[in-house]
């Protein structure tokens, strides 16, 4: 309720603004034409082609980042002599800013969707991977315990008791790196791309089309508010005994 | 051990994990040393990291060598170093550094304290609050990447805009971890303070501030890393100068080694503000561990 009045206000001084402090529309655009440029870009179906790519990437990315993120995750937690020997270059790695490397991903793998997918799966692993091990090591000692006097497997164990204490760990990194995967998708069409949202930004850049610029601001938002809420209801759902902090950035 | 009296307690089991390879006393020694006793030590950590290293970037040389590997798909490490030596001496690597590392740290700063500000009274005024923070959740929503070259057109190319780039990038975190630190201060010691006829002052002093401090502090961590990413960013799209501009340039000269020069300097740099903001953070929150969670 309280957002929508928000919203119809700020609508409303945006208008204001632009009439009485007579803006330029290169500056910013009245919302009157970024809703038309909106309907056009509907219309022709060149926003629908774009917003199309962008979101594939970034859920082909965002799939594949996190799943490889999950396997290594567990296979560096259960194995102590991996943890000091390949976690330390990974942590180290991630230290150069991934939107930094964005243009040898493009050297390597050319100027096409792979590549995008590439940088936003190289995103959205290193939360996962992160929060995984730190999920993982998190199990209870005590119920660890419990379960060797039940003379439980390995495998056991894992499955009813390590599983479960990481799943919030899990869902809280999957919730960053839904973020993420959105950052990498646009990064990597400004860098490298003919099509998608981030390259009609550069594109309306260029043309100083700021009312563009606009309307691929309000999909993106939207196309990540969208993905943020599934992934947040899929972890609520699944961690039903937790209460998940909210913590938004992008 | 339940004797209590350190003269008397001579007898220590030796255990991994101490930090000192040296055993204190031996009751009864295990007659050999598990492979797993080495990861235990401290050193015996450091060195398995430095051999992996080692190891790494062997097996790179042999990858090179051996593949035969064009230079602009992945250079030696050797060429690398030459690179780095080369661009700090000829190409002003250090000058590019130093333009990034300013644009880093002012827009953090920056950032940070409008983050601060506006949290602060964001968490202080219920009426801030029902009027600004939608607005900060919607601009929120829209990725800052994205609005990166709407600021470019706004403010042109150049250090500024950079600069607010990296301090928008910065703003967010910093916001969002003030407005749920402050929030989250302990009702009793709230009404503790007001049973001691405390102002609201020094009950902001006391007890509201320290609250926040850890949610804080855990916010600059993140924002260090998103200025970093943003500055970079903005340089991509809109700069003349810096290491972000100068990784575009030898992209456009498929110049992979100095690429990777830039790589290294670049992950040295963003490593260095995280750990000094870390320190920081661990020096004025000592009571409490800080968790920010990994974000690249």
Redesign the interface.
């Known amino acids: 309720m ?2 929508a009045l ?2 119809v206000a ?1 609508v409303v001084l945006w208008k204001l603004a632009v009439v009485a402090l007579a803006i330029e529309p ?2 910013l655009p009245p919302p009157e034409t970024v809703i038309s440029r909106l309907v056009d870009g509907i219309g022709s179906g060149s926003i629908v082609t774009h917003t199309y790519v962008t979101g594939a990437e970034i859920v082909v990315g965002f799939v594949a980042g996190s799943l490889l993120g999950i396997g290594l995750g567990i296979v560096i937690a259960l194995n ?2 991996i943890e ?3 976690y ?2 990974i942590v ?13 991903i ?3 793998f050319g100027t096409s969707f792979q590549s995008i997918v590439i940088i936003t799966a ?2 959205s ?3 996962l ?3 995984v091990i730190v999920g993982l090591h998190s199990a209870d000692g005590e119920q660890v315990s419990f379960m060797r006097s039940l003379t439980a497997t390995k495998w056991q164990t894992f499955r009813i008791v390590r599983i479960p204490s990481a799943l919030p760990s899990v869902f ?2 999957l919730e ?1 790196a839904v ?2 995967s ?2 990498g998708a ?2 990597g069409e ?2 490298g791309s003919q099509e998608g ?2 390259y009609y ?2 594109l ?2 260029t043309l ?1 089309d ?1 009312a563009g ?1 606009f309307v ?3 999909i ?2 939207l196309i ?2 969208l993905l943020s809420v599934i992934v947040k209801q899929i972890g609520r759902k699944t961690v039903f005994w937790q209460e998940i ?1 909210h ?4 | 051990m339940s004797s209590g009296d350190p003269a008397l307690s001579t007898k220590r089991p030796m255990r991994a994990g101490d930090g000192s390879s040296r055993a204190t006393t031996v009751p009864a020694a295990p007659s050999r040393l598990r492979s797993l006793d080495l990861i235990g030590t401290r050193s015996g950590r450091a060195l398995l990291t430095a051999l992996t290293l080692l190891a790494g970037l062997v097996v790179w040389q042999l990858a090179v060598v051996a593949l035969d590997l064009e230079p602009y798909i992945l250079p030696a490490p050797g060429d690398v170093l030459n690179a780095l030596v080369d661009a700090i001496a000829e190409d002003g690597l250090v000058k590019h550094t130093y333009t990034t590392a300013g644009e880093i740290v002012v827009g953090f700063v920056a950032g940070s304290i409008l983050g601060v500000a506006i949290g602060a009274m964001i968490a202080l005024s219920r009426w801030l609050e029902l009027i600004f923070y939608p607005y900060v959740m919607a601009f929120n929503a829209v990725p800052k990447v994205a609005i990166t070259p709407l600021i470019i057109v706004w403010f042109g190319t150049g250090f500024n805009s950079i600069v607010l780039v990296s301090a928008l990038f910065s703003f967010f975190p910093v916001l969002v971890n003030v407005v749920v630190g402050a929030r989250s201060v302990d009702r009793e010691q709230l009404s503790y303070m007001g049973s001691l006829t405390a102002t609201r002052w020094q009950t902001f002093r006391m007890v509201r501030i320290p609250a926040a401090l850890p949610s804080l502090f855990a916010g600059l961590q993140i924002a260090i890393v998103l200025a970093v990413s943003g500055a970079i960013v903005g340089e991509f799209i809109g700069a003349k100068a810096g290491l972000g501009y100068y990784i575009l340039l030898a992209n456009s000269l498929l110049d992979t080694t100095a690429m990777f020069a830039a790589f290294l300097v670049l992950g040295a740099l963003g490593a260095l503000l995280s750990w000094a903001i870390g320190r920081l953070a661990r020096r004025v929150v000592f009571w409490r561990q800080i968790d920010p969670g990994g974000v690249g």
């Open positions: 309280l957002g928000a919203l700020g290169y500056i102590r002599w000091f020997t390949v330390p270059y180290a790695f991630n230290s150069i800013p991934t939107v930094a490397i964005t243009p040898l493009v050297i390597w190289l995103l692993f290193f939360p991977l992160v929060n809280a990194g960053m973020i993420l959105i950052v646009i990064v400004f860098i949202l981030g930004i550069i309306s850049q100083l700021t610029m691929s601001f309000i993106l938002a990540g508010a902090e913590r938004g950035y992008a």
